[in-house]
C-alpha cells in the first residue's frame, strides 16, 4: 500500500488519546480518519481536535470505507464486541490488553482468527518492543548466561485509584503484563502459579497490596511477580534474570545520572506512559508498517488467551492460597 493507513480508533479515553497523538504527531504511514467512543462527547471533542469523523459505534467505524485498520483502545470488557466484527470485517485490528476478559472469549477470537486464515490481531503488550526488555531477551537467547533459571519481575505503580481498583485488578490490569514478558523471555508457558499477601501498604486501604505471584514454567524456570500499586514514589519496574553461569536484569531506563553533593540519582518514570513511551511508539509503528504490508505480528491472540489462563488461575490462587494448574487448550497451527 503506497497510501496512509487509515486507522479507526474504538475507546478515546487515556490511552486511545495517546495513540492518537503518536499517529498523528511521531509515527509515520498512516493517519486516524475515524473515532467512537462509549461517551459522545468525549469522541466529538477528539474527533474535532484531530481532524477524525465520529461514528457513533463500532459497528459503524469498523464497516467504514474510511477505515483499513482498527484500533480498540476501549474498557476490556468491551474487546470482545469490536475485536470480533472486525475480524469479520478482515481489518487488521491493534488491541490494547486484555484481549477480552474470559478464557471463553479468548477462544471464540482465536477460532475466529484461526477461520480467516490469517493473522489479523496484534495485542497491546508493549513491553515486547522495549529496548531492555529486547536486551534481556538477546542476552538470554545469546547464551551469555547460560540457561535461565528463575526471573524476578517487580511492577510497581505509584498509586492506583482506591475507588475503582480491586485486589483482582492487581493480576488482571497489572501483573498480565509480568505474565507476557516471563512467557517471552523464557519462551515457555506457565504450568502454575500461587499469589501470597503478606504485610499490606496502609496506603491502600483494604487492597491486598503488594502481592507476590510464584508461576512454574512448563521447562521449569520459576518466576516471581512483585506487583505493588501503591509505592508514591514513582512507576517502578525491573526484571532479573538468574542464569547457570550468571545474571542480566533491566538497566535503569532513564537516560542520565546527576552526581552532586547530594550523592548521584536519577529520574524515577512517573507513569507507564513515560517508562514505555518508546516501546508504545515502536509497537504501533510495527503494526502500521506491516498492515500496510497486508500481515500483522507482535503479540497475537495465542498471546491473549494464555495470558488470561494465567490471569484466571492467579486470581483463583489469591482467594484460594492455593497453587493454580494453567490448563490451555491446544495451540492452532497458525500460532506457531
Ligand atoms: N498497554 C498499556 O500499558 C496500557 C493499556 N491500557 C488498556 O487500554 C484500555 C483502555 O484503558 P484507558 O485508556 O486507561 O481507559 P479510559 O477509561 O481512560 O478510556 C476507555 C474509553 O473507552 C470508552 N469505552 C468503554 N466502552 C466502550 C465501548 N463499548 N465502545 C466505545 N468506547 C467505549 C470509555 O468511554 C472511555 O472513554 C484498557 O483495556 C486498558 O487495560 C491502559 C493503560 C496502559
Ligand atoms: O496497562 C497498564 C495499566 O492498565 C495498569 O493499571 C498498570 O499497572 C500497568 O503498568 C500499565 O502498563
Redesign the pocket.
Known sequence: MNEELKIGV???????QDHIRRITEVLSGARVTAV????RT?AEEVGARRGATVFAD?ASLISSDDVDAVMI????P??I?AVLPALAAGKPVFV???LATSQGDCVKIIEAEVAAGKRLIQI?Y?RRYDAAYAALKATIDSGAIGAPLMYHSAHRNASVPPDLYTDDMAIA?TMVHDIDVARFLLDEEVSQIRVIAGRKNSVGGALRDPILGVMEMSGGAIVTVEVSVNIGYGYDIRGEVSGETGTAELAESNHVVVKSGDGFAGRVPAD?RER?IEAYDTEVQDFIDNARKGVVGGPSAWDGYAIQVVSDAGIEAARSGRAVPCAMIEKPTLYN
Open positions: 474504538i475507546g478515546t479515553g487515556m490511552i486511545g467512537t467512543d462509549a461517551d468525549r463500532s483502545c476501549s474498557w476490556g468491551a474487546h464486541d490494547e490488553k486484555p497491546g508493549m490490569d507507564w514505555f
